[in-house]
């Protein structure tokens, strides 16, 4: 099967590039193991929160000036301000067009509530994600009645401690008893799966109204809204006061609208999706990705003049940890690691950790490098690069979104090569 480009990993990276690719007129196949860490997300996303050093990021392109000097294989130190930048708005208009109402933006970061009832920064946070700005209400944090992914009473709780006037309540919902009767089963998504039908509206709309009287701002786990904000909308039509829903432990509701919504828009656009596939090996010649051999497609290779290697870092498998390295899955490309395992990881769980800055070392064009030669038909994308910390720094989905753009760009830029 020949394609213009092939994408391995359908998670944020692999979607942004492809939709990109693909409503440029390319021929596209995204081949995509199983659910990404995109369904295992929050649903907000991160450009840049934190220096390697620790310092908090209040302006971008002054924090990337110094990122190029404290640690030069950072993404971001690679393509400098101005195209992190415009990638960044890029991705805003992308994901605007693909029907995900996020509020936030690239020079305007702001503070999310978290489901323990702190903050933390963000760049896009869905509009139903409710943000430090709103706290100043009298607020009901809202609990459903036997599910344990999420704790009223501790986030209204940790509100308190940040001066904020929230109240812990629980609502009793029948119609989920079915789900209720096996812990394995009360969870988040199977409850949107519920909580989203049109005939069980009325049952939630119930139970919320007497509290929406009672409060000015009401807080609810992300229970429905799987593949649109129809509830969410209504609820806020019809309650005494606003409604924000916090995300809950994975999967996560908002995290796989995302991804739904993602995967819906590169299929329309004319995306080939290749779910549950894996991609084995690869053949090479001439520092050149020649075809791509996948398990289900045994004896058929795809073939493509370009090649996207988004599979994700040690939670998608697109790295693995050995006893003596780390490698790369599929074209075991050099891997930015430390030389002795005894260096990759820090005694206090609680610290920034070496291996999370393990992954694929690249040429400045973002092709990835296999014993120092650069494969030119090779991009690497995502959390598979190495050279930034995506939770100390605050910028896994940034880096996704913005090196998926700049790969998609170099590629179009590239013409019928």
């Known amino acids: 099967m020949r394609f213009d480009t092939v994408i391995i990993g359908g998670g944020l990276a692999g979607l942004l590039c492809g939709i990109r690719l693909s409503e440029s007129g390319q021929r596209c196949a995204i081949v995509s193991r199983g659910q990404s860490a995109l369904s295992f997300s929050s649903g907000s996303l991160d450009l840049l929160s934190y220096l390697p050093d620790g310092q908090p990021v209040d302006n971008l392109e002054s924090a990337i000036a110094q990122l190029q000097q404290q640690h030069s294989e950072h993404p971001y130190a690679r393509l400098g301000a101005q195209r992190v930048r415009q990638y960044a708005q890029q991705t805003q208009t992308l994901l605007a067009d693909c029907g995900l109402a996020l509020q936030g933006d690239v020079d305007t970061p702001h503070q999310r509530v978290t489901p323990l009832g702190t903050f933390r920064q963000a760049w896009l946070s869905p509009q139903e994600v409710p943000l430090k700005t709103q706290t100043r209400l009298h607020t009901g944090v809202v609990g459903i009645s036997g599910f344990l992914d999420f ?13 904020i006037d929230a109240q812990a309540e629980e609502i009793e919902l029948p119609l989920l008893d079915r789900l209720r009767d096996n812990a394995s089963e009360f969870r988040a998504v199977n409850i949107a799966r519920q909580l989203d039908l049109p005939e069980h509206f009325e049952a939630l709309y119930a139970a919320l109204r007497p509290l929406s009287e009672q409060y000015e701002m009401l807080y609810l786990p992300a229970c429905f809204g799987l593949t649109d904000s129809v509830v969410f909308d209504r609820l806020n039509q019809q309650l005494a006061c606003p409604l924000r829903l916090l995300p809950t432990l994975p999967p996560s509701v908002p995290g796989m609208r995302m991804q739904h919504l ?10 080939n999706w290749m779910p549950g596939d894996d991609v084995l090996r690869a053949d090479t010649n001439n520092a050149r990705v020649t075809q791509l051999w996948t398990r289900k497609h045994e004896d058929i290779p795809l073939r493509a003049r370009h090649v996207v290697l988004a599979s994700g870092s040690f939670f998608s498998n697109g790295l693995i940890a050995g006893r003596d390295r780390v490698r790369e899955a599929v074209f075991d490309l050099d891997v930015l690691q430390s030389a002795e395992r005894r260096d990759w990881y820090r005694d206090d769980v609680f610290d920034t950790q070496p291996w999370q800055q393990f992954g694929v070392r690249t040429d400045e064009h973002l092709h990835g490098l296999r014993h120092g030669e650069a494969l030119d038909n090779l991009f690497v994308i995502g959390s598979v690069l190495g050279g930034f910390d995506a939770i100390a720094q605050g910028c896994g989905a940034g880096v996704c979104a913005v090196t998926a753009l700049h790969a998609a760009q170099q590629i179009l830029a590239q013409g019928g090569e």
Do not use: D, E
Request: aromatic share 4%.
């Open 151 to 163: 704790q009223p009473q501790l986030a209204a709780g940790a509100l308190r401690k940040r001066g």
């Open 262 to 271: 993602l995967q819906q828009r590169f299929t329309r656009s004319g995306g």
